[in-house]
Each structure stands twice: as C-alpha cells, then as structure tokens.
C-alpha cells in the first residue's frame, strides 16, 4: 500500500477504513524479534500487549543487578534465568503475535459500520420467484452486446437526421 493510500481517512464504516485501521493496528513480529534485543528492559513485552510480563524483566533486571552487589554468583543465577526467559519469548512471540492480531481483526470487523436500514432483508434479485436464477455470465454478455448494438443504431439514426 502506497504512503498517500496510508494517511487517507476514509471515514465511515466501509472496508477500506476497516483495512486502513487494520494494517495500522496490526503487531508486527519483526518489532517484537528487535525489542527482544533488550529484553532486560521487557520491552518486547510491553510491545505485545504484556505489561505484567513487561514489569517481570524488569523487576528481575534490577534483582539481578541488585544481588550482583552483593554476590556475583546469585546475581548471574538470576541473569541466567532472565537469558532463560528470554529464550522461551523467542517461542512466545509467535503464538503471541498471532492471537493478538486474530483479536485485533475480531474487533476492528465487527465493530463496522452502523445497522443495516430498516426493512432491510439482504440482496434480493428483481421481483422473480425464488426459483429463478441469476442469468449467466453468456446471458449478460448477450444483453449487453444488444445493448451496445441498439446505442450503436440510435446514434446513427441521430446523425442522419441532423444531416
């Protein structure tokens, strides 16, 4: 999708706006594999809509730094298990980001639009009975070639009376 596409506001409750506010609301995997770079901060966390897991890294961050203070061995314990969890997240961030993109186009299609106008009772074809089928592709072509033909006609008649 083009840049200018991007910043147009459709408005209303079409599809379009719908893909509009789509593709700005969707998680991306890729943010969330370069947040994973600092994940002592948890950000890839926050990123995905995990604010608990978020504040997890953090707190342990600090607990880590914290007991490194006091001895270096229950400090690198700690930073194991947060390079631990971090390794597991590379599994997470997947599942992740598919199950919040799933709820995000939940909610953003079926919060479209407004109700359908009153009497409204879906599309109906004309006034024929309910056996009677849409006409075929060939039947189309063939009503709209006599239609061509007949404009064609009408045209010229115009011409030779202007004449």
């Known amino acids: 999708m083009s840049a200018s596409w991007r ?3 459709l408005g209303g409750g079409g599809l379009q706006s719908a893909n509009l ?3 700005q609301a969707l998680k991306r995997k890729s943010g969330a ?3 994973l770079a600092a994940f002592p901060l948890g950000l890839h966390r926050a990123h995905l809509d995990d604010p608990r897991g978020a504040w997890a890294y953090r707190a342990a961050t600090a607990a880590a730094v914290a007991a490194a203070f006091l001895d270096w061995r229950a400090g690198a314990a700690i930073a194991l298990l ?3 969890a971090a390794l597991y997240d590379l599994y997470w961030i997947d599942r992740r980001v598919v199950a919040l993109n799933k709820a995000i186009r939940r909610r953003i299609y079926l919060s479209q639009g407004a109700a359908p ?3 409204y009772r879906g599309r109906e074809l004309d006034e024929r009975p309910a056996a009677a089928r849409a006409p075929s592709f060939a039947e189309q072509e ?3 070639r006599a239609l061509a033909t007949d404009t064609a006609r009408e045209r010229g ?3 030779t ?3």
Do not use: H, I, K, S
């Open 7 to 9: 910043g147009l506001d």
């Open 21 to 23: 506010r789509l593709a």
């Open 33 to 35: 594999y370069w947040r």
């Open 82 to 84: 947060l390079a631990a």
């Open 117 to 119: 106008p009153p009497g």
């Open 142 to 144: 063939r009503v709209l």
């Open 157 to 159: 008649a115009r011409t």
């Open 161 to 163: 009376e202007n004449d």
